[in-house]
């Protein structure tokens, strides 16, 4: 009796054991589909793709896109979004160079102008759409415009950092021992990673932690969800909304300073079409426009697709930057039906195991 007790018990575990989630599929998916393309590249094109460089400059050219697309992430599953960012990050690089270069400033004022600026756009953006109640593509638009013109009115011309202390800081790289490729000569040459990739990495930990263990991370997916759900479960709905754009601000203010230490310049073009890439990075991680799913980890995969297939239309020989926007525009396209396809066939899935 005892055994077939346990037999019982088992089997109803089993019966029992919670489908995976939304989100953690999406995860999957886009995963999947990065390691897919970065092998296809290896074995069609060999080259760069076999040099384990090209990898990690994946994370050295792009880690201020990441950092702004977490942001992106974290407003998308409120519901929300912010096509703001990518003016916020030209208006960082700016004015802290102007300020190191024109007062005296080192590195140390650079980070504060950075946060201060994504401060003061996330809490005026934040307060406007969550208690003020204007449409977010308006509000962000706004901001949008109002970075780009601010940039120029800051200087006109483009300006790099000649402080010896933030260059130093910039220039700097870690080794990974053991990992790089033979030159021609035969002599080995250690990959490297920047300074600005140890910042995504402690940022990636931060926000997946807080997303997975902590209330406001949960409130986070409850009111992107649905929050007229949120608000009757006793959830502070605006409140959430303000701390969502908030962060979003805060982390467009490290992207700002991150992207800086890697070009050590201002200029009004900097992280041109940022803003575009870091939503579409958010989908492709499997972030719902419509909010309530979304990953930072998918959109660290996310960032890390889009920039894969850019290198593979570039090794085909189409080198024009148009076949890249006709590509990712596809991607995206394809990434958005099957998002649709997927959750729909769970949902109908799911209501037929319920009935």
């Known amino acids: 009796m005892a055994f077939m007790d346990k037999i019982k018990n088992l089997f109803a575990k089993k019966e029992g054991k919670q489908p995976i989630s939304n989100t953690n599929l999406l995860l999957t998916i886009t995963i999947c589909t990065f390691v897919v393309m970065y092998i296809f590249g290896m074995i069609a094109f060999g080259g760069g793709f076999l040099n384990p460089q090209q990898f990690f400059d994946i994370f050295n050219n792009n880690a201020y896109l990441i950092i702004v697309s977490f942001g992106l992430t974290i407003v998308m599953i409120t519901g929300g979004i912010d096509i703001s ?41 934040g307060y406007c759409v969550a208690y003020l109640k204007i449409q977010p593509f308006i509000v962000t638009l706004a901001g949008m415009f109002f970075t780009r013109g601010m940039t120029t009115i800051v200087s006109k011309v483009p300006r790099t950092a000649t402080n010896e202390t933030f260059n130093k800081v910039k220039d700097f790289y870690i080794n990974l021992p053991g990992i790089g490729h033979y030159a021609r000569n035969g002599n080995f040459i250690n ?45 502070n709905v605006q409140r959430t909304k303000f701390f969502a754009y908030l962060l979003t601000g805060i982390l467009a203010g490290i992207g700002g300073f991150v992207y800086l230490l890697h070009t050590g310049a201002g200029n009004a073009s900097n992280a041109t079409q940022a803003e575009m890439q870091a939503i579409a990075s958010s989908i492709i991680g499997g972030t719902l426009l419509s909010g309530g799913v979304g990953s930072v980890v998918g959109t660290l995969f996310g960032v890390m697709s889009l920039k894969t297939i850019n290198s593979i239309v570039v090794a085909s020989g189409l080198r024009q930057p148009y076949w890249q926007s006709i590509t990712i525009g596809l991607m995206l396209c394809f990434f958005i039906l099957l998002q649709s396809v997927i959750l729909s066939y769970r949902k109908r899935k799911l209501g037929n195991m319920a009935g």
């Open 85 to 125: 960012v990518g003016g916020t990050v030209a208006l960082i690089t700016m004015a802290s160079v102007v300020f190191m270069e024109d007062h005296g400033g080192g590195i140390l004022s650079s980070l504060l102008i950075s946060l201060g600026i994504g401060l003061l756009m996330g809490a005026v953006q």
């Open 191 to 235: 990959s490297y990673i920047e300074v600005g990739v140890i910042i995504v990495v402690v940022v990636l930990i931060l926000l997946w932690a807080m997303l997975k263990w902590t209330r406001f991370g949960r409130n986070l997916y409850a009111v992107g969800g649905n929050s007229e759900s949120a608000l009757m479960l006793g959830i």
